[in-house]
């Protein structure tokens, strides 16, 4: 912290150089589209820049900071969306609690492997409604960070009631992560048609220190990407970068396999929350796009959608499941210009 007190702050060129680059690099994954968790407005006025002037090289979709005092403006304006999508903003990003493995996620009960300690809720009560209601009341899609089951009911329950109250059904809110459920939870998503935005990669990730912070009996609820989708939920898959990779062939071979790289372990960790590979692929493609309110123009491949597609090595429904994550992208495409294309 002492050092990064005195770190210049970065000037406006600076971070739409950033972002150029890092738009770029996303491409040579096959990504053609982004939802960027916790815009500033530092970092809003640099992809309008890019915009400005053609240059975002995939779709981004902006959440906005709520902590940040800046983009009141923007909450104020409500949502902006460009004729070509290339930019729309028209979310917020909050954060309820921490994190699983640094027992930072908010638990109803104390942690396995810590007696007395339940996690840490980022915000108070009071906070996180005003948050969230301002949003919804400014028009805002609400997309809340939430893990740990305290967190998730908590925010199951303000969105049940803010809703209501501000007439938001139709925003399409989302929990990201949804990590850790009560199982009573689970069927509360499709009955609020609230989306449950999951990244398959952190189950592989947590695998060898997940049972150990809650226990087997949570377990049942934790990482329920198929409990979630067999209860109607809408879903979208991500990736969590840079927490994890942004490669989302990391992500189809972490849903359909329930395994590391490494092929550990064999069968599959909680294996009953195996998705299939048509499943998988509907998380980041259709099911993004649907919680990006943009399932009307992409997210598949049909007339009148913009003709955003990638070119790969294999197929990805017929080989080898544990050569998914090794894909090889060979051109990525968005609204028919090629962005990408390998050596």
Do not use: C
């Not at 900071?65 to 290339?86: C, F, Q, R, T």
């Not at 640094?102 to 996690?119: F, K, N, W």
């Not at 303000?158 to 109250?165: C, D």
């Not at 395994?259 to 069968?267: L, M, T, W």
């Amino acid at each position: 912290n002492m050092v990064k007190r005195v770190i210049p702050a970065d000037t406006e060129q600076q971070v739409i150089a950033y972002q150029r680059r890092a738009l770029q690099k996303l491409a040579t994954y096959g990504l053609t589209s982004v939802h960027d968790a916790r815009s500033n407005a530092s970092s809003i006025r640099a992809y309008q820049a890019l915009a400005k002037t053609d240059s975002l090289a995939i779709r981004v979709y902006a959440m906005l900071d709520v902590l940040d005092k800046n983009i009141d403006p923007y909450l104020a304006s409500g949502p902006i969306l460009a004729e070509d999508h290339m930019l729309d903003i028209r979310s917020v990003k909050i954060s309820a609690d921490g994190a699983l493995g640094s027992r930072g996620a908010a638990m109803i009960a104390d942690y396995s492997d810590e007696p007395g300690h339940r996690g840490l809720l980022l915000l108070s009560d009071a906070e996180l409604e005003h948050h969230i209601d301002r949003a919804m009341a400014a028009g805002y899609q609400v997309n809340t960070h939430a893990i740990g089951d305290l967190a998730n009911q908590r925010v199951l329950d303000l969105y049940q009631k803010l809703m209501a109250k501000n007439h938001a059904v139709s925003l399409r809110h989302r929990i990201e992560h949804a990590q850790v459920l009560r199982p009573d939870d689970i069927a509360r998503f499709s009955a609020l048609n609230v989306i449950a935005s999951v990244q398959p990669v952190h189950a592989t990730s947590d695998k060898n220190m997940a049972e150990d912070r809650v226990g087997a009996r949570r377990l049942q609820g934790a990482y329920a990407w198929k409990s979630l989708l067999d209860a109607g939920t809408r879903m979208a898959g991500g990736s969590d970068f840079p927490v994890e990779h942004p490669n989302p062939f990391h992500g189809l071979y972490a849903a359909i396999t329930r395994q590391g790289q490494d092929g550990e372990p064999p069968g599959g960790w909680l294996p009953e929350q195996k998705l299939s590979r048509a499943d998988a692929l509907y998380l980041f493609t259709e099911g993004a796009a649907f919680a990006a309110h943009q399932e009307t123009l992409i997210g598949k491949l049909a007339p009148g959608y913009y003709a955003d597609f990638i070119l790969v090595n294999e197929d990805y429904f017929s080989m080898p499941e544990a050569n998914i994550w090794k894909t090889q992208v060979l051109e990525t495409w968005v609204a028919g210009k090629r962005v990408y294309r390998a050596n």
